[in-house]
């Protein structure tokens, strides 16, 4: 290992040498984890598996869409579940006098 006498470096060279120290180290950090990766995905392999089945990475269930059960009375197009954040042609209406049974999808 190298020794540096940090007392003589100027405060642009310690900036950039701590610049450098910090890459270096991230890409210590990246190599190790690329060889580790390498040699967990080779045992699955060799134990007749893939690695994502492992882990479970594969199997991700999503959730259906959930069905309008309002609509814009003047823009079908405007739909809204029932779920979440009202959007602001519901509260409009509502405002406006209207009832959540007016905008109701049949």
Known sequence: MADYDLEALSLRELKKMQKDVAKAISTFEDRQK???RAKVEALARDLGYCLAELVGTET???RAPAVAKYRHPENPALTWSGRGRKPQWFVEALEAGGMAEDLAIN
């Open 34 to 36: 690329a060889e580790a």
């Open 60 to 62: 991700k269930s999503s």
